[in-house]
């Protein structure tokens, strides 16, 4: 089915009116992401030095990594779609939880790389941080603003996902009625596209 | 016509391993010191790789209105940032 962002209703088509409202979700969202991209680059703009020594406190692997990770999530998200439009059940199911599998890897990674900062005081509030000056205090607090925000988007990827697979394993998703199952894989790959934008604003600049 | 039946398992790999080399390049570019065009290059291929994903995984068409005032308002702001950021 082919997804598309304009409001065009056709009332006769309620498959496509109901995914044009998807659309917009994901247009509102990635306008929001845009304002905070933004931001990033305004006090980036105000606190080059410091924002540039902050950013090579964090570990490029780390990132590098979890975007492979997210990246896997995608695929493997596409692949339950594939399976399912063929009918093919077990193959949808085992596709969607290596998705949940990979979801899970990323969240792993984000919680040790979150520990790692706050162990070394580096977060919103600390003692440490304030220390440092106000860039270091901006770099961050968008830092863990954005890549929280992100991982908010990800575990309510996350929870549908769930959802989705026990509407598959229960047969209310199948071969002639998909489109839930869709509707959550656009989700899930917005957080994957949101994520390709935030990696390299905080690891490779 | 559904139209993303026809999109196979193997379009997706390519379309994945593609986004993973946009990735290794966009990180072993950033170890260069290419001055600003380390940021702008990183940037570049940060939208050309979340277009990639909208247009590809999500099947989301740019042809239509919102779609045209996104992707104007996208490069709208990335110009902004830069200009912004590097060079103001």
């Known amino acids: ?205 | 016509m559904d139209k993303q039946a026809t999109v196979s398992a193997k379009t997706y790999i390519w379309v994945a391993l593609l986004l993973v080399a946009l990735t290794i390049i966009s990180t072993i570019l950033s170890s260069l010191n290419l001055g600003y065009l380390n940021d702008l290059m990183a940037v570049g291929v940060a939208v050309l790789s979340a277009l990639i994903v909208l247009s590809k995984f999500m099947n989301i068409k740019l042809n239509g209105g919102y779609a045209r005032l996104l992707f104007a308002g996208v490069m709208a702001m990335a110009l902004l940032i830069f200009f912004v950021a590097f060079v103001g």
């Open chain 1, 1 to 205: 089915m082919n997804q598309s962002l304009s409001m065009s209703g056709n009332l006769s088509k309620p498959r496509e009116a109901t995914l044009s409202g998807v659309g917009l979700f994901i247009f509102i969202e990635l306008l929001l992401f845009a304002g905070f991209f933004l931001l990033y680059g305004v006090y980036r703009y105000k606190n080059v030095i410091a924002f540039d020594l902050a950013a090579g406190e964090l570990s490029i692997t780390s990132g590098f990594v979890n975007t492979l990770i997210i990246l896997a999530g995608s695929l493997t998200m596409a692949f339950s779609g594939v399976a399912i439009r063929k009918g093919n059940k077990m193959t949808t199911l085992f596709w969607l939880l290596t998705t949940l599998f990979m979801g899970f890897m990323f969240i792993v990674n984000r919680y040790f790389e979150w520990k790692g900062r706050v162990d070394f005081g580096l977060f919103p509030g600390s003692e440490e941080l304030t220390r440092l000056g106000h860039g270091d205090v901006m770099f961050y607090g968008l830092y863990f603003f954005m890549t929280g925000l992100h991982l908010i988007h990800l575990l309510i990827g996350f929870a549908t996902l769930i959802y989705v697979t026990t509407k598959v394993n229960n047969n209310d998703l199948h071969k002639n009625d998909y489109a839930v199952l869709d509707k959550t894989g656009s989700y899930w790959h917005l957080a994957t596209l949101i994520w390709l934008l935030v990696f390299p604003l905080f690891y490779l600049m």
